[in-house]
Every structure is written in structure tokens, then in C-alpha cells.
């Protein structure tokens, strides 16, 4: 059974820098490419950046203009997304996700299996 499992977040001023991870069991993680998504109360998901299985492809939705890094170590089976700059328009809850390859990497439902996320506030 896959199971994604991340952390990492929490409370932070705006202008912080916060660490996420996701780790990743059940299947053979170097095999898939992974995706960050994240959902604000009341909206939608929303695609944040993808990294493929061996970390030579990101790509990152436009509003994250450089301040997010994603990346991966295979060998510890875990991806991180590394995000600086943070505003209170970040806040949100975040999800690491295991991509299918069905289907556009920015869309959600090209993505398989999912961690339960980890909450990001960012104060003013």
C-alpha cells in the first residue's frame, strides 16, 4: 500500500522560509515523478510544483515566480519543497502527490495517491 506522509509545516511570518517533506513507502518512489498541491479553505486545489523520478524536469505553477524550490532524494525516498518568501497568501493546507502520468502534470487527477497534508500559515 502507498502511503505519502508529509511535514514540515507550520507558523510562520511573512518574508519566512518554511521546509516541506513527503515521504513516500509501498512502492519503488524512484520509479514516479511527484507533485505539490496545495488548498486554501474554500477554494480549490491547486497545482504548486512537479518533479520528475530522477529530479532532471521541474516545473512550477507561474505564481511561485521563484520563490518555491522542489526536489527529491531518491535514495531516502522523499521529496521536499523548499518555499522562502512565504506570503499570507500561501496559507494553506499542502500535499505531496505521486503522479499517474494520465494526464497533464498540472491537473490533480493525473495524480494517483496522495498524503493526508500538512498545514501552512503565514502570518502578517
Known amino acids: 500500500q502507498v502511503q505519502l506522509v508529509e511535514s514540515g509545516g507550520g507558523l510562520v511570518q511573512a518574508g519566512g522560509s518554511l521546509r516541506l517533506s513527503c515521504a513516500a513507502s509501498?512502492?519503488?518512489?524512484?520509479?514516479?515523478?511527484m507533485g505539490w498541491f496545495r488548498q486554501a479553505p474554500g477554494k480549490e486545489r491547486q497545482f504548486v510544483a512537479y518533479i520528475s523520478w530522477n529530479g532532471g524536469s521541474t516545473t512550477y505553477a507561474d505564481w511561485v515566480k521563484g520563490r518555491f524550490t522542489i526536489s527529491r532524494d531518491n535514495a531516502k525516498n522523499t521529496v521536499y519543497l523548499q518555499m522562502n518568501s512565504l506570503r499570507p497568501e500561501d496559507t494553506a493546507m499542502y500535499y505531496c502527490?505521486?503522479?499517474?502520468?494520465?494526464?497533464?502534470?498540472?491537473?490533480?487527477?493525473?495524480?494517483?495517491?496522495w498524503g493526508r497534508g500538512t498545514q501552512v500559515t503565514v502570518s502578517s
Open positions: 509501498g512502492r519503488t518512489f524512484s520509479n514516479y515523478a
Open positions: 502527490a505521486s503522479y499517474s502520468g494520465s494526464s497533464s502534470r498540472f491537473s490533480e487527477y493525473a495524480y494517483d495517491y
